[in-house]
């Protein structure tokens, strides 16, 4: 298994462009989640999902946008790319929402606005 | 939004020693996790603790969940070199989305060991 796969790892974006972040789990997982992670910080909650087809805001998600059309894959997008932007995504996923079941975390992608 | 309280922010020391973090909430948790970040990776999960006063080791790991449900503490027995990284708590509130609530992250200890 291949487990939660993010791409791309890296990215710079201009102010202003627009791009997707894919995720992609193949655990068969209902949960899934994007975080952004800022220098020194811990991880910040954008949007989850609790399976396809619904998802449902977190602590900070102005600027940023998801769907879950498949129980696979949790794509995040920025449409307007802002230098606040600039951080860390890590992407993650989990069986259900039982409190026993921790999260699967994907490596991350680095985004950096300029 | 909720807040987790994580101390030391960061921690120097000589391998072999024993190393201790902690972190507090004003609310209370349901659940605490505790993950280590190495450079250029996600989040890997240590140890997960589902009941207050419940004491859980993972080799020279011990975390504990405080009887308040409000604190949760890491122990690291005899730190060896690949035990750098950053250490990051957890919690998990009803409060904070979904039925079992979303996760809190701590601001995470940086962990430095010298050889």
Known sequence: ?114 | GQQLNQSPQSMFIQEGEDVSMNCTSSSIFNTWLWYKQEPGEGPVLLIALYKAGELTSNGRLTAQFGITRKDSFLNISASIPSDVGIYFCAGRSRNYGGSQGNLIFGKGTKLSVKP
Not at chain 1, 28 to 37: E, L
Not at chain 1, 85 to 99: E, I, L
Request: charged letters at 20%; aromatic letters at 10%; glycine letters at 10%.
């Open chain 1, 1 to 114: 298994n291949a487990g939660v796969t993010q791409t791309p790892k890296f990215r710079i974006l201009k102010i202003g462009q627009s791009m997707t972040l894919q995720c992609a789990q193949d655990m068969n997982h209902n949960y899934m989640y994007w975080y952004r992670q800022d220098p020194g910080m811990g991880l910040k909650l954008i949007y989850y999902s609790v399976g396809a087809g619904i998802t449902d805001k977190g602590e900070v998600p102005n600027g940023y946008n998801v769907s879950r059309s498949t129980t696979e894959d949790f794509p995040l997008r920025l449409e307007l790319a802002a230098p606040s932007q600039t951080s860390v995504y890590f992407c993650a996923s989990t069986k259900g929402d039982s409190r026993n079941q921790p999260q699967h975390f994907g490596d991350g992608t680095r985004l950096s606005i300029l």
